[in-house]
């Protein structure tokens, strides 16, 4: 089959190539592009080329062509790499990792939902009610996670805006037992603004376009996305995105998670608290800085379950420690709007890890007695957001492209080393290649 598919559609792995130069290697890529083939192997790895549109070929039907064959028995497909790294776990009891590079847009999101989704699919011999709970908590945490770590900008309408390492763990049969989420840099200068043509974070406009009335009442809150300093640049932007359908599904999924309808409802009023944040205004009398709308500080202070002349101190002073004197400081008016989007920064960043926090709490390996079932192994994905170029570049920025660098680096020097290490083994001459 592999065969055939390297005659009919260029050549399926790169590795077969006579020779490779760039244009050749381009060449091949987008000829297998236009005929629809968005995958090819170079030996181990599998190069993916985003189609920006749904294609039919992760179904059951493709499943059941790719569970239990050899990487090179079917045509190239992320369900090979997911089914090479579960078998090479299974057989050698040994843990396995699944890296996901590239830059922003390539798909390596929707990538490691695939691969989950694959693994979900061929890890149910036994029917298990725990085994199915497992599996399903793991997958509906993806949706939740995207809807606080991911937005629109101008590349893709559900960029990541945070990396995410997450281990599935296995009992000793191959089937999922629990898993862990570790999220990187999540990018919370996004919370209170965005480059022209991009969105903040979806959570913001799902609980606008998808909270009943009822709860916006609660809220203190409108639908009208354009009343909201933090979020009005991209209000008006058209997306793929179903904000409202969207709510709903992220809603469903934290209940059947395990999230508790009081931890439900405060995260809506973190996010409220939030919204009523970017509106709120300073202006000088003489020199002290005072709050223009004193009724959106008692708005904060309710949705906060605190007290209005703490919010407004937090907002308006600095304390600080001089010897063994506290004095409170009074803000300039600079000084307070620059506190106020450091405070809104601060609590999403905080809700997030929360969230992580909290999956976590529900779908880690307990009560698992490795004297009665063995030693448990892991599977791991790594899905960092990829790298980026701006007219106006961030500090941010700099930490993802560097991070991806380093990524980079490492897996050229693990595939170097390992194809080298291969070489010698077998006596084949070649010229070696360095190590950074």
């Given at each position: 089959?592999?065969?055939?598919?390297?005659?009919?559609?260029?050549?399926?792995?790169?590795?077969?190539?006579?020779?490779?130069?760039?244009?050749?290697?381009?060449?091949?890529?987008?000829?297998?592009?236009?005929?629809?083939?968005?995958?090819?192997?170079?030996?181990?790895?599998?190069?993916?080329?985003?189609?920006?549109?749904?294609?039919?070929?992760?179904?059951?039907?493709?499943?059941?062509?790719?569970?239990?064959?050899?990487?090179?028995?079917?045509?190239?497909?992320?369900?090979?790499?997911?089914?090479?790294?579960?078998?090479?776990?299974?057989?050698?009891?040994?843990?396995?990792?699944?890296?996901?590079?590239?830059?922003?847009?390539?798909?390596?999101?929707?990538a490691s939902k695939y691969i989950m989704q694959y693994i979900a699919a061929i890890t149910n011999p036994s029917q298990r009610a725990e085994v199915e709970r497992v599996k399903n908590m793991l997958l509906k945490s993806n949706c939740v996670l995207e809807a606080f770590g991911n937005a629109k900008t101008n590349r893709n309408d559900n960029s990541s805006r945070f990396g995410k390492y997450m281990d599935i763990n296995f009992d000793f049969k191959g089937d999922p037992i629990g898993g862990h989420i570790n999220n990187y840099l999540l990018e919370k200068s996004r919370v209170i603004v965005q480059q022209p043509g991009e969105r903040s974070f979806h959570s913001f406009y799902q609980l606008l376009q998808g909270g009943s009335e009822q709860m916006l009442r609660s809220l203190h809150l409108q639908k009208s996305l354009s009343s909201y300093n933090y979020i009005h640049v991209g209000a008006q932007l058209k997306s793929s995105i179903n904000d409202a359908a969207e709510f709903r599904v992220v809603a469903d999924a934290m209940k059947v998670i395990g999230f508790k309808p009081e931890e439900i409802q405060t995260v809506y009023k973190i996010l409220a608290t939030i919204l009523h944040l970017g509106n709120l205004k300073f202006v000088v009398d003489g020199d002290t800085p005072l709050i223009e709308n004193g009724k959106v500080v008692s708005t904060i202070a309710e949705l906060l379950s605190t007290k209005t002349d703490m919010v407004e101190k937090a907002l308006l002073y600095r304390t600080v420690a001089t010897g063994r004197d506290i004095i409170d400081k009074q803000h300039t008016e600079q000084e307070a709007s620059y506190g106020r989007d450091a405070f809104a920064k601060a609590i999403y960043e905080r809700l997030f890890c929360w969230i992580v926090t909290r999956i976590n709490d529900i779908i880690e390996v307990k009560n698992y007695d490795t004297t009665i079932h063995g030693k448990n192994t892991v599977i791991g994905v790594l899905d960092i957001y990829g790298f980026e170029i701006f007219d106006n570049n961030s500090f941010e920025q700099f930490c993802i492209n560097y991070c991806n660098e380093k990524l980079q680096q490492l897996f050229i020097q693990l595939v170097l080393k390992q194809e080298q290490e291969e070489y010698q083994r077998e006596g084949i001459p070649w010229k070696h290649v360095g190590l950074l």
């Amino acid at each position: 089959m592999a065969e055939q598919e390297s005659l009919e559609f260029g050549k399926a792995d790169f590795v077969l190539m006579d020779t490779v130069s760039m244009p050749e290697f381009m060449a091949n890529l987008r000829l297998r592009f236009e005929k629809g083939r968005i995958y090819t192997f170079i030996g181990e790895v599998v190069v993916s080329v985003n189609p920006y549109k749904l294609l039919n070929i992760y179904g059951r039907d493709t499943i059941e062509q790719y569970k239990g064959r050899e990487l090179y028995e079917r045509p190239p497909h992320l369900f090979a790499i997911a089914d090479a790294a579960y078998k090479a776990m299974k057989r050698r009891s040994k843990d396995t990792c699944i890296v996901i590079s590239g830059e922003s847009g390539a798909g390596k999101t929707e990538a490691s939902k695939y691969i989950m989704q694959y693994i979900a699919a061929i890890t149910n011999p036994s029917q298990r009610a725990e085994v199915e709970r497992v599996k399903n908590m793991l997958l509906k945490s993806n949706c939740v996670l995207e809807a606080f770590g991911n937005a629109k900008t101008n590349r893709n309408d559900n960029s990541s805006r945070f990396g995410k390492y997450m281990d599935i763990n296995f009992d000793f049969k191959g089937d999922p037992i629990g898993g862990h989420i570790n999220n990187y840099l999540l990018e919370k200068s996004r919370v209170i603004v965005q480059q022209p043509g991009e969105r903040s974070f979806h959570s913001f406009y799902q609980l606008l376009q998808g909270g009943s009335e009822q709860m916006l009442r609660s809220l203190h809150l409108q639908k009208s996305l354009s009343s909201y300093n933090y979020i009005h640049v991209g209000a008006q932007l058209k997306s793929s995105i179903n904000d409202a359908a969207e709510f709903r599904v992220v809603a469903d999924a934290m209940k059947v998670i395990g999230f508790k309808p009081e931890e439900i409802q405060t995260v809506y009023k973190i996010l409220a608290t939030i919204l009523h944040l970017g509106n709120l205004k300073f202006v000088v009398d003489g020199d002290t800085p005072l709050i223009e709308n004193g009724k959106v500080v008692s708005t904060i202070a309710e949705l906060l379950s605190t007290k209005t002349d703490m919010v407004e101190k937090a907002l308006l002073y600095r304390t600080v420690a001089t010897g063994r004197d506290i004095i409170d400081k009074q803000h300039t008016e600079q000084e307070a709007s620059y506190g106020r989007d450091a405070f809104a920064k601060a609590i999403y960043e905080r809700l997030f890890c929360w969230i992580v926090t909290r999956i976590n709490d529900i779908i880690e390996v307990k009560n698992y007695d490795t004297t009665i079932h063995g030693k448990n192994t892991v599977i791991g994905v790594l899905d960092i957001y990829g790298f980026e170029i701006f007219d106006n570049n961030s500090f941010e920025q700099f930490c993802i492209n560097y991070c991806n660098e380093k990524l980079q680096q490492l897996f050229i020097q693990l595939v170097l080393k390992q194809e080298q290490e291969e070489y010698q083994r077998e006596g084949i001459p070649w010229k070696h290649v360095g190590l950074l």
